[in-house]
């Protein structure tokens, strides 16, 4: 595999639902598959659009050779292989939730609901947190401002979210 075909990837992971047991197995998985990781820190956020328990929310970088839609299909997969549930309504307490962010600096509407940048990045403060911390100085590929400004800028201000002492996964 030649090294300049790879691509930084970042993700965004959560869960409510035993949410230690199942951040550390998707990231053990995701180490399996493609080897070193950054990993943030994790968050504990309230759930957003339904009553649940608290979410944890993590972010990782990893770099791949996969394209986007072979990298996300995998992750649906790793989702599956954690209980998700998919006959749930969309707001809803999960096992594990992994989203793709950013790929490289990527644009990319589609298929399904592949979207690069995802829409959350900005929106979010408990996906622009953990991706602020262990990326600060990624430009986003469509607003052109770093990730460490964007957070900095963020509506709520950088106190809006929580973070909690966990060891690591």
């Known amino acids: 595999m030649s090294h300049a075909s790879m691509s930084r990837a970042y993700l965004s992971l959560g869960s409510n639902l035993e949410p230690e047991r199942h ?65 749930l309504p969309r707001f809803s307490s999960r096992t594990l939730d992994v989203d793709l962010l950013l790929y490289a600096d990527r644009v990319l509407k589609g298929p399904g609901h592949l979207e690069l940048p995802r829409p959350e990045l900005v929106t979010q403060a408990f996906v ?3 991706m602020a911390d262990i990326a600060p100085d990624l430009m986003h590929p469509t607003l052109g401002r770093t990730l460490a400004q964007l957070w900095a800028e963020f509506p709520q201000g950088p106190g809006a979210i929580p973070s909690i002492p966990t060891s690591p996964p």
């Open 23 to 87: 951040l550390a197995a998707a990231l053990a998985a995701l180490r399996g598959r493609y080897g070193k990781l950054v990993v943030s820190p994790t968050y504990r956020t309230a759930a957003v659009g339904f009553d649940g328990p608290d979410f944890l929310n993590l972010a990782v970088g990893l770099d791949t050779d996969e394209d986007p839609v072979a990298l996300d299909a995998w992750l649906h997969a790793l989702e599956d292989a954690q209980g998700r549930r998919r006959d």
């Open 128 to 130: 622009l947190k953990p």
